[in-house]
């Protein structure tokens, strides 16, 4: 069964988000193990050169490269992914590279109509970038809406046409995986490039 990091996308004590990633832990159980993994304890990120990195972060690196695939579940703050969010990806793309070549799917949920789109758009791209280089399952966009009500008391979603859209994302995500595994002729080499990457060198 493939083992999945679930990165919940925010610092707050309460998230719609984290719901959403605790359902889908429950609701794909015989599908996938799903590790929720907390951002809540970084320090901000400074560019620490020599310094080592913080233990937190090996852990959090360590798991990710264990896993099959990571689920990141993004809030928008201002249009964008939250700053917490960023700063574990920042932490995340410095003297360690988990996401080179990682299959990543993308959720969101906002409590306004557009499901954290916007924030979607940028996390694509923050990944997309030569330090992270995550594989993102294209052509996909879970976008919860209204996100304070879609969840009843148990934290399952009420909308079954949310539900299904998920059910079928998830899938689609079991089979992006499969066909990841198989896309590594490159992987030893984008690997290479991410740890030494340089931007002061960059042409
Ligand atoms: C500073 C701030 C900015 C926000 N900006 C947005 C926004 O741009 N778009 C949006 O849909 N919700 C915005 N929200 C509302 C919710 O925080 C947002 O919908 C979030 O995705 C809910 O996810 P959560 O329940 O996991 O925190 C903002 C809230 C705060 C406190």
């Not at 689609?172 to 030494?196: C, I, Q, R």
Request: aromatic letters at 8%; glycine letters at 4%.
């Amino acid at each position: 069964m493939d083992k999945f990091v679930a990165m919940v996308g925010t610092n707050a004590k309460t998230s719609t988000n984290r719901t959403l990633l605790q359902y889908m832990k429950r609701h794909f159980a015989d599908q996938a193990e799903l590790q929720l993994m907390e951002i809540t304890d970084l320090p901000l990120f400074n560019k620490p050169e020599n310094s080592p990195i913080p233990p937190q972060v090996v852990t959090m690196a360590t798991a990710i490269d264990d896993a099959d695939g990571v689920i990141i579940a993004t809030p928008e703050y201002d249009h964008s992914a939250p700053a917490a969010l960023m700063n574990a990806l920042e932490w995340l793309s410095h003297r360690v590279h988990p996401f080179v070549d990682k299959p990543v799917m993308i959720v969101g949920a906002s409590y306004g109509s557009l499901g954290s789109s916007r924030a979607q758009a940028h996390l694509r791209q923050i990944l997309d970038s030569p330090e992270l280089r995550a594989r993102i399952m294209p052509s996909s966009e879970y976008l919860l809406g209204h996100s304070l009500q879609a969840f009843d008391d148990k934290g399952n979603l009420t909308d079954a046409k949310d539900a299904k859209k998920l059910d079928g994302l998830f899938k689609d995500f079991l089979t992006f995986v499969k066909f990841s595994g198989e896309l590594n002729n490159a992987t030893g080499l984008n690997k290479k490039e991410a740890k030494d990457f340089d931007w002061s060198t960059l042409e």
